[in-house]
Structure formats: C-alpha cells, structure tokens
C-alpha cells in the first residue's frame, strides 16, 4: 500500500500557478505523520531526481532548492495529513514528474536517501 498520494498536477503555461497536494494513505503512517518531515522532489526526463524543498515536522521551517527559491511554496496541515507545494512563476524548465517523500528526521533533510517513503508521483508540464 502507498504510503503517500500526490494530486494536483497537469498542463500549465509558462508564468502560471499550480498546488500540488500530498496526502499519508496508509493507516499506520497517518498515526505518525507529524514526525516526519516532508519534502518535495521532482525528476525529468533523462535527468537525475532534484530536491525542491522540504517542510520540518511541525511547518515552521522551510528549505528550498535555488532553482525554485521565491517562486515555491510549502506547507502542511498535521490534523489533515498533508503536505502542499504551491509553485508560482512556472517556468518550462520546472516541468517534471514531482513527487512528495517523508523523512523521520526532526530538521530539514535534503538528500534523497534520508526519505523513507515516497509517492508515485505526479506530472507537471510548463509549455512556453
């Protein structure tokens, strides 16, 4: 069973706005989902997986990738179980497959292999 389920994506212009959600599934994971921080990683074609951003356990710190710094936004909601990525000023450059991960770690983890669980990702396309 997944653990994590993201939503949201689709075709945007360039300059255009798009919320990605992020939703625990599993049971057992949405019981302890508050001690995890989530993050944010995206992956095009023929090229390696990108960190974009994470949220700490409780939502009050946020760390982002240069490459969407100012322009991406992330939150969570603790009592819903998920976790959003509010993308602003899309670029074609941003287009991707983005997927949402959880990392049992108390600060603002940005490596890849610090995340236990990961969505199945979703598709976002910029067009110019």
């Known amino acids: 069973q997944a653990h994590l389920v993201e939503s949201g994506g689709g075709l945007v212009q360039a300059g255009g706005s798009l919320t990605l959600s992020c939703a625990a599934s599993?049971?057992?994971?949405?019981?302890?989902?508050?001690?995890?921080?989530m993050g944010w990683f995206r992956q095009a074609p023929g090229k390696q997986r990108e960190f974009v951003g994470v949220i700490n356990r409780s939502g009050q710190s946020t760390y982002y990738g240069d490459s969407v710094k100012g322009r991406f936004t992330i939150s969570r909601d603790n009592t819903k179980n998920t976790v959003a990525l509010q993308m602003n000023s899309l670029k074609p450059e941003d287009t991707a497959v983005y997927y949402c991960?959880?990392?049992?770690?108390?600060?603002?983890?940005?490596?890849?292999?610090?995340?236990?669980?990961w969505g199945q990702g979703t598709q976002v396309t910029v067009s110019s």
């Open positions: 599993a049971r057992t994971f949405r019981d302890s989902f508050s001690i995890y921080a």
């Open positions: 991960a959880a990392a049992p770690a108390a600060g603002l983890p940005g490596a890849i292999y610090q995340y236990t669980y």
